[in-house]
């Protein structure tokens, strides 16, 4: 590989073992023993999502083939294009705790590989592209195997390299979960804000005296409906191009660009509406 001096490229298999999950529906069996298991739902990109774990039934003799240990970095088998390869390292965050067949547990050899670079190098834009490049894709989904995951190509600095790397990012990471945090405080303390100044629960001072009136929409605002794009040739074509809006464009308080044109789907003059500007 061409790149720093002392960085190597290896597979994935070389370095790490791939550990599949205990599959589910199984009956019958022997030795049964009920514990909790990470499921898809659980494996976040780059955190673990454990507000909700479930049991599965496993046979005794075969946990220690699904137990999962400090370290183990695990990946999602498929999903969305968005989901594909997401994980995190588990910290033993449950005792005793299994995976799902659709969560790989890759345990590195910590002699040649950190479980903290491997996680961010398959988070990253590097390792996005090649499990999308190898998946099995269907419409909205795509998923990878095992023997794809074995092959994945690690860049592997030195391991004091990796460490200051991984340190690095774990500090950005520590840094936007503070700012998230604090934006999330902002957000709940804007809609109590909302919900008291208007619904008149607080008053300025200047406004005190003065009361409120409850009315019905229709009566102070005019409602207009849009048309709905003809599919199909429409009798009455409408002349020059203009951008519409469908319900996709509606943002929680902005509004998506669409790139489509209301000629490009056909549509009839007579099921136009254009907004006026300000609305």
Known sequence: ???????????????????????????????????????????????????????????????????????DVLLTEGGDFDKLGRGAIWNGQVADCLHQNHVFAVRVDRDALLPEFLSAQTGSGYGKAYFLSCAKRSTNLASINSTQLKQFPVIVPPLPEQRKIADILSTWDRAIEVSEA??????????????????????????NGQPWKEVRLGDVVNTVIGGTPARKEPSYWLNGSHTWLSIRDLGPKYLDKTKEKITDLGVSKSNVKLLPTGT
């Not at 550990?19 to 589910?24: D, L, P, Q, S, Y």
């Not at 919900?195 to 200047?206: A, D, H, V, W």
């Open 1 to 71: 590989m061409g790149g720093p001096e002392g960085w190597r490229k290896r597979s994935l298999e070389d370095i790490a073992q791939i550990r599949t999950g205990v599959a589910k529906g199984k009956k019958n069996i022997p030795d049964p023993v009920l514990l909790p298991y990470l499921r898809v739902a659980n494996v976040q990109d780059g955190y673990l999502d454990l507000s909700e774990m479930k049991k599965i039934e496993v046979s005794a003799k075969n946990i220690s083939r699904y137990l999962l240990e400090n370290g």
């Open 182 to 207: 604090l934006l999330a405080t902002a957000r709940r303390q804007k809609r109590s804000l909302m919900q008291s100044l208007l619904t008149g629960k607080r008053r300025f001072p200047e406004f």
